[in-house]
C-alpha cells in the first residue's frame, strides 16, 4: 500500500524524468555543449533519487554512469575510469579494517581504555576526541559513533539519564563533534566526502593529496573548528549541572567496564598489527609509489589469511558499505565526464560566475571563503552527505579554474573547505551519526535539535577562519 510519502518520492521522480526528458529536446543554450546539456537533464531525476534515497546513493550513482553511457554524453573508459582509481579500494580497505576492529573488540578496547580514565566533563570529552584518533582506520563516523555512543549510554545510565539536562545536551554534541567534526575532516578515510572532494580536485586539476598530506593539511583547521564547536556549544547549552559533575567524578562504570575485558586477546593483537601497519604505509607508501588505497586492500588481506582470520571472509565483505565504495568509484568516474562535457565549467560561468565574481572583486580572499560558505550550504541543505559534495565540490573547483585562482588558493580556500563545510554543521535530519546518538535517547531530542539550530549559524562563520588556515598550511606545506 503506498503512503502519501511513497506517492510524493514517485510524482517528484516522474517530473525529474520528464525535465530530463524536457532538457533533450530543448537545444544548449550559449555556453554549454549539448553532452553538458544533456548531462544536467540527467542530473535532475539522479539528485532527486540522492535527496530522498529512494535507492542506495552507489546504485544510484552507477545508474547515473550507466544512463551517461546509454546516451551516448560520455563513453564507458571515461564514465567507468573512477574503479581503476585507488580512492574506491581506500574506502574498500578501510571498511575491511574496521570490520576486523569491531569483531575482535579492539576498537571498544581502545574507547574504554581512554574513557575509564576520565573523572570530569572536560576530560571526558578530550579522551573522546583521542578515542576517535586511535580509531582513525574506521572509514565511517556511524561507525565511530556506534562504538561510543554505548559507551556514553553507560555513563548517562550511571547518572540517573539526566536526558534533558544542560550536560547531556553538551556531552553528546561533544562526542558528535570528536566523531564527525575532527577525524572526520582530518582523516582521508574517515568519511565519503574526503574522498568525494578529493576525487574532483584529482580530475579537474590533475593534481592529487596523499593521505599524510590530507592529513597534515587539515589537522590545524580541524583543530580549531571543534574547539570552537566546543566552546559555542557550551555557551549555548548552558553550565552543566554541579551535582551531575560531581557525580560524573565519583562513577566507576567504565573503569569497571574496561576491567571485565581482561588481557589483550591474540586476535586483537592481530588486528592492531595491521593496523599499525596500514597507518605506516598511508603515511610513507607514496615515498614507493604505493598508493593508500592500494596498501589499504594488501593489508586488509592479510586478515584473510590462514591463522590471521578475525573475521569469516564472506561476512566480512557483506559487512562493507559497499554503497560507499561504489558511491567513490562513481564520483571519480563522475568527475571526468563533467570535465569530458564541460558542464561544471558552464555552470560556473554561466549560472555561478555572476554571483560569486563581484563579491570576490570586492572582498578579495574574504569573498572566496564566503563563496565557499553560500555554494556549500545551498549544496547542503538540498541533498543528505555526502551527495551535496556532488554539487559543490565541481561548481567550486571550476569556478576557481575560470578566475585563475593561484593553485594555494584554488586547494586551501575552494576545495578543502568544502569537506570541513560538510562534516562540522550538518543538523540532526542532515547525517546519519546523528541517528545513532539521539536514537539512543541519551538526550532529549527536541531541545538537542534547538541547541543545533543555535549553533548552526555561528559554527559555519568559523567555517571562514579554518579555510585562512588551510591556505596557510597550503603555503606553509608547499603542497600546491
Known amino acids: 500500500m503506498k503512503t502519501a510519502a511513497t506517492s510524493r518520492v514517485i510524482a517528484a521522480l516522474v517530473v525529474g524524468v520528464l525535465l530530463a526528458a524536457l532538457l533533450f529536446v530543448i537545444p544548449a543554450p550559449a555556453g554549454f555543449s549539448p553532452q553538458g546539456w544533456h548531462l544536467l537533464g540527467v542530473l535532475v531525476p539522479i539528485v532527486i533519487i540522492w535527496a530522498t534515497e529512494v535507492m542506495p546513493v552507489g546504485v544510484a550513482s552507477l545508474l547515473l554512469l550507466t544512463v551517461v553511457c546509454v546516451a551516448g554524453i560520455s563513453t564507458p573508459d571515461v564514465a567507468f575510469s573512477g574503479f581503476a582509481n585507488h580512492l574506491c579500494w581506500l574506502m574498500l580497505g578501510a571498511f575491511i579494517l574496521a570490520d576486523a576492529m569491531m569483531a575482535s573488540g579492539l576498537s571498544r578496547r581502545m574507547a574504554l581504555w581512554l574513557l575509564s580514565k576520565a573523572k570530569s566533563v572536560n576530560s571526558l570529552v578530550g579522551m573522546a576526541f583521542l578515542a576517535n584518533l586511535l580509531m582513525a582506520p574506521v572509514p565511517s563516523a556511524t561507525a565511530r559513533c556506534s562504538i561510543l555512543g554505548p559507551l556514553l549510554d553507560a555513563i548517562m545510565e550511571s547518572l540517573g539519564r539526566p536526558s534533558r539536562s544542560n550536560l547531556a545536551r553538551y556531552l553528546v554534541y561533544a562526542y558528535l563533534m570528536a566523531c564527525t567534526g575532527f577525524t572526520g575532516v582530518m582523516i582521508l578515510t574517515s568519511g565519503a566526502a574526503n574522498g568525494a572532494t578529493l576525487a574532483f580536485y584529482e580530475q579537474m586539476t590533475g593534481n592529487t593529496l596523499s593521505f599524510i598530506q590530507w592529513a597534515g593539511l587539515m589537522i590545524l583547521p580541524a583543530a580549531f573548528i571543534c574547539l570552537c564547536a566546543l566552546v559555542i556549544a557550551r555557551f549555548f547549552a548552558g553550565k552543566p549541572e554541579p551535582e551531575l559533575a560531581r557525580k560524573l567524578s565519583d562513577s566507576t562504570r567504565l573503569h569497571d567496564e574496561y576491567a571485565k575485558l581482561g588481557p589483550m586477546t591474540a586476535p586483537e593483537k592481530r588486528v592492531l598489527a595491521c593496523v599499525i601497519l596500514v597507518l605506516v604505509l598511508w603515511c610513507f607508501g607514496d615515498l614507493v609509489g604505493l598508493k593508500a588505497g592500494f596498501a589499504a586492500i594488501l593489508v586488509s588481506a592479510l586478515l584473510f589469511l590462514p591463522g590471521m582470520a578475525v573475521v569469516e571472509p564472506r561476512q566480512a565483505m557483506r559487512d562493507v558499505n559497499w554503497s560507499i565504495v561504489l558511491l567513490v568509484g562513481c564520483l571519480v568516474g563522475f568527475g571526468a565526464i563533467v570535465q569530458d562535457t564541460g558542464l561544471a565549467d558552464s555552470l560556473a560561468s554561466a549560472v555561478f560566475a555572476p554571483i560569486m565574481n563581484p563579491i570576490h572583486q570586492h572582498l578579495g580572499l574574504l569573498g572566496i571563503c564566503i563563496n565557499v560558505l553560500l555554494v556549500s550550504a545551498i549544496a547542503h541543505f538540498l541533498l543528505p552527505t555526502p ?80 579555510s585562512f588556515i588551510c591556505w596557510a598550511m597550503v603555503r606553509l606545506l608547499g603542497i600546491a
Open 387 to 466: 551527495n551535496n559534495i556532488v554539487l559543490a565540490a565541481p561548481v567550486l573547483i571550476a569556478w576557481g579554474l575560470s578566475a585563475g585562482l593561484d593553485p594555494a588558493i584554488l586547494l586551501g580556500l575552494l576545495v578543502l573547505p568544502v569537506a570541513m563545510h560538510d562534516r562540522i554543521v550538518p543538523l540532526s535530519y542532515q547525517y546519519p551519526p546523528y541517528y545513532v546518538m539521539l536514537g539512543l535517547d541519551l538526550v532529549d531530542t527536541k531541545s538537542f535539535n534547538s541547541l543545533l539550530a543555535k549553533v548552526y549559524p555561528a559554527l559555519a562563520l568559523c567555517v571562514i577562519p579554518a
